[in-house]
Structure formats: C-alpha cells, structure tokens
C-alpha cells in the first residue's frame, strides 16, 4: 500500500506520515522548494520526498504517472485564514487549482486511488445559534477567502465523484491543532508568547485578538487517524465533519493556557489581529462520521495544550 501526502513537511502533514509509517504504508510526500523541513527531519529517511508544485498541472502529472499511489491525502493548503484576505487570488489559486490537478490527472491516467480532502469548518462560516452544533446539511456561509476556497474544493471533491467516479471522500475538519502548529495560528501563537515570557525573552504581557469567538479543538494526532479512517470506511462523495462536539471561547483556551504558565502574564488586545469578519463559534457534530467509521477524539484538550506548550518551550 502506498500514500501520497500532499504538503507532508506541513503541521498536518507531518503527522499523517508518522501515522502512515506506524502502519508499515510507503509514504511519499510532495514539498516544494521553500518548503521547511523541520517537521520531518526526523522522518527523512523512512520516507520519499518529491518537489512538486501543485498549481502546475505537468508536474501533478507527472508526480501520478510515476508513483501511482493507492491512497492520497491531499493536505497542502493555504491555511490561515487572515492571509487569505491579504492574498485572496493567491489562496483561491492555490487551494482550488493545487486540487483539480490532482482530480484531472487521476481522472486522465484512469487511476482508481482513494482521495481524501483537507476541507473545513470555515465553510459554515456565518451559523446562526440554533444551528450549532453543526451538522453537514447546515448552509455554506463563508465568511472569508478562504473559506471559499475551502468550499471550492468541497463542491469539486463532490462535482469529480458524481461526473468521472473519482473515489474522492470529503473530510470538513473543525479547529486542530497540537505540537508542530504554525505560530500564527491562536493556540501556537499563544503558547509561543507564554513560552518567551518564561524564558525571558519578551514582556509579560501576551497580545490578542477576538478572545469571543468559539471553536471546537480536536488533537491533530486524532485528526490523521480520521483521515486515515474516511479512506478506510468512508462511503466514496460524501463529505464528513471531523470535529470534538465542544467548544471554547478563545478566552478560555488562553486561560488554560496561562493557567499551566510559572509566570504572572497579562493581556493586551492587538487591533492588528482583529478580522474584517470573524466566524464567531464553530461547534461541529461529527457524529455522521463516528457512526460510520467508529472514530472517537482520544487526547484531552488540556493534554493538546500541554504538548503543546512544552513543544514551544523546546524551540523558544
Ligand atoms: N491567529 C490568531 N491570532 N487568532 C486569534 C488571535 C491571535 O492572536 N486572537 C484571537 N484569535 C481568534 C481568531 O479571530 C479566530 O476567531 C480564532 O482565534 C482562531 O483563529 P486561528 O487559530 O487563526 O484559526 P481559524 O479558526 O481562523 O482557522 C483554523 O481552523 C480552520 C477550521 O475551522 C485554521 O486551522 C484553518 O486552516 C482551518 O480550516
């Protein structure tokens, strides 16, 4: 069994190869030539890298042609949501035209693998409060670039199923995160300043955004086994919500943070991190998913912010 992992020296992309690998399935990764490889230096020589850029239909080509995998987990993204609007055709671009390569090679080379998609929570975007939590049929209403991107590919991911039969399974993944997240995003970018101001590196004062929006945090490593299972038993077209069934306001996640801190740390509210429109709460309900697989979230979110922390307080 062999598995293609799309942006493998990713966050998540990391951590799908190491699960891959526990399971004895040849991992091939793309990466592309700025891609940092710190995530899987500790891995390099169980896996094959291939550079290959997605938004470039011969070399999707000829990446298929060559190794002909059973399984892809397409996971290479643009993904943080406020670049988004800073680059939107570059988001767009990226995320729809990196996929519907794959899809139009799979289809021309007639090859019958198994494609999981990386789509999100962020396509519900806009949920009114009676419609949480939130289950599959609720309304799209993205609320940034992004999330239209996402939503682009979900409806591709459906659109290549119904007219050429690709065995395409949509995962939409609410908020994750874990060792390894990129420091932009809310918890690592949180955890990393708590780790400096421990260390002594920065004032003890951590800056923030929107500390009321809500979202339902799953452990990345729970994530991957997700994946791996909507490939095992996913029925082929359907789209699945990965999500933990609770949620956070990012206050408390902050808190919970701090709460595990040695030091006294105030807050500042960063007006630069605000967003032209924030999703206010993503609150999933993934229960299509576990019936039909059996997946349950295992690591606590306390345990997830733990490593966390400690996986920063290790780089800072
Ligand atoms: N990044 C960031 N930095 N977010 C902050 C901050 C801050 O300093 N302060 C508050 N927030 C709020 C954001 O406004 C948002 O409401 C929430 O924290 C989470 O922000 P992110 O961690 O950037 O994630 P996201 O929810 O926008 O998107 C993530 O989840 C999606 C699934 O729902 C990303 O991982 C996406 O790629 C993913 O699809």
Same mark, same amino acid.
């Given at each position: 069994?062999?598995?293609?992992? +799309?942006?493998?020296?990713?966050?998540?992309?990391?951590?799908?190869?190491?699960?891959?690998?526990?399971?004895?399935?040849?991992?091939?990764? +793309?990466?592309?030539?700025?891609?940092?490889?710190?995530?899987?230096?500790?891995?390099?020589?169980?896996?094959?890298?291939?550079?290959?850029?997605?938004?470039?239909?011969?070399?999707?080509?000829?990446?298929? @042609?060559?190794?002909?995998?059973?399984?892809?987990?397409?996971?290479?993204?643009?993904?943080?949501?406020? @670049?988004?609007?800073?680059?939107?055709?570059?988001?767009?671009?990226?995320?729809?035209?990196?996929?519907?390569?794959?899809?139009?090679?799979?289809?021309?080379?007639?090859?019958?693998?198994?494609?999981?998609?990386?789509?999100?929570?962020?396509?519900?975007?806009?949920?009114?409060?009676?419609?949480?939590?939130?289950?599959?049929?609720?309304?799209?209403?993205?609320?940034?670039? &992004?999330?239209?991107?996402?939503?682009?590919?979900?409806?591709?991911?459906?659109?290549? &199923?119904?007219?050429?039969?690709?065995?395409?399974?949509? +995962?939409? +993944?609410?908020?994750?995160?874990?060792?390894?997240?990129?420091?932009?995003?809310?918890?690592?970018?949180?955890?990393?300043?708590?780790?400096?101001?421990?260390?002594?590196?920065?004032?003890?004062?951590?800056?923030?955004?929107?500390?009321?929006? #809500?979202?339902?945090?799953?452990?990345?490593?729970?994530?991957?086994?997700?994946?791996?299972?909507?490939?095992?038993?996913?029925?082929?077209?359907?789209?699945?919500?990965?999500?933990?069934?609770?949620?956070?306001?990012?206050?408390?996640?902050?808190?919970?943070?701090?709460?595990?801190?040695?030091?006294?740390?105030?807050?500042?509210?960063?007006?630069?991190?605000?967003?032209?429109?924030?999703?206010?709460?993503?609150?999933?309900?993934?229960?299509?998913?576990?019936?039909?697989?059996?997946?349950?979230?295992?690591?606590?979110?306390?345990?997830?912010?733990?490593?966390?922390? #400690?996986?920063?307080?290790?780089?800072?």
């Amino acid at each position: 069994m062999k598995a293609l992992v +799309t942006g493998i020296a990713g966050f998540v992309g990391s951590h799908m190869a190491e699960f891959l690998l526990e399971r004895n399935i040849e991992v091939v990764g +793309t990466i592309r030539n700025r891609s940092r490889m710190e995530h899987i230096t500790h891995i390099q020589d169980q896996i094959r890298l291939i550079e290959c850029e997605l938004r470039d239909p011969f070399s999707v080509e000829s990446l298929l @042609t060559q190794e002909k995998p059973d399984l892809i987990f397409h996971l290479a993204a643009q993904s943080f949501v406020p @670049t988004s609007w800073n680059s939107p055709i570059d988001t767009i671009h990226n995320n729809v035209a990196g996929q519907l390569n794959i899809f139009e090679a799979v289809r021309r080379l007639n090859l019958s693998c198994k494609i999981q998609i990386a789509c999100s929570s962020e396509q519900y975007g806009h949920v009114e409060p009676h419609e949480t939590p939130i289950r599959e049929e609720n309304p799209l209403r993205p609320l940034s670039p &992004y999330a239209v991107s996402k939503a682009a590919q979900d409806y591709l991911g459906y659109q290549y &199923y119904k007219s050429y039969g690709l065995h395409v399974i949509r +995962t939409r +993944t609410f908020n994750h995160t874990g060792p390894r997240r990129g420091e932009q995003f809310v918890t690592s970018n949180f955890a990393k300043q708590i780790a400096e101001i421990e260390k002594g590196i920065r004032p003890p004062i951590v800056s923030v955004g929107n500390l009321s929006a #809500q979202r339902d945090f799953t452990d990345v490593r729970d994530v991957v086994r997700a994946y791996w299972l909507a490939l095992e038993s996913g029925e082929v077209g359907e789209c699945y919500n990965i999500a933990s069934g609770s949620c956070v306001t990012i206050r408390e996640m902050l808190d919970m943070l701090l709460a595990m801190s040695t030091v006294q740390i105030d807050t500042v509210p960063d007006p630069s991190r605000m967003r032209p429109s924030d999703v206010e709460i993503l609150l999933g309900d993934a229960s299509k998913f576990e019936q039909r697989t059996g997946w349950k979230p295992e690591i606590p979110f306390e345990q997830t912010l733990a490593d966390l922390l #400690q996986y920063w307080r290790q780089l800072v």
